[in-house]
């Protein structure tokens, strides 16, 4: 089975900066949706972004808007999630997904049940 893997997390202040990447073998990824869900405690869980790799597509949650930035390497190896003036309220785990491809409207749907998960990587934001 394909593995999905998660780094990057950790603890930062408020207002600081994080980087999360994820990589999966056997992926190829411009056949997939490859994106990042989060979940709080208590709370359910929240697509945050998506990339489609094979026509440049990415797509954000208002929440983060203007300070998460989803990429990937040019090898297409790796995806990362580039997070800046990060909020408490970004404290979650954060998991990589593989999917099918469509906007964060549709993937929030499909890739509870279609997709692959990574096991999670927990960010904390102090305040």
């Known amino acids: 089975e394909a593995l999905v893997v998660e780094s990057g997390g950790g603890l930062v202040q408020a207002g600081g900066s994080l980087r999360l990447s994820c990589s999966a073998s056997e992926f190829a990824f411009d056949a997939y949706g490859i994106g990042w869900f989060r979940q709080a405690p208590g709370k359910e869980r929240e697509g945050v972004s998506c990339?489609?790799?094979?026509?440049?597509?990415?797509d954000y949650a208002d929440s983060v808007k203007g300070r998460f930035t989803i990429s990937t390497d040019n090898a297409k190896t790796t995806v990362y999630l580039q997070m800046n003036n990060l909020k408490p309220e970004d404290t979650a785990v954060y998991y990589c997904v593989f999917g099918p491809r469509g906007p964060l409207r549709e993937v929030v749907s499909t890739w509870p049940i279609y997709g692959s998960w990574g096991q999670g990587t927990q960010v904390t934001v102090s305040s």
């Open positions: 990339i489609s790799t094979s026509d440049g597509m990415t």
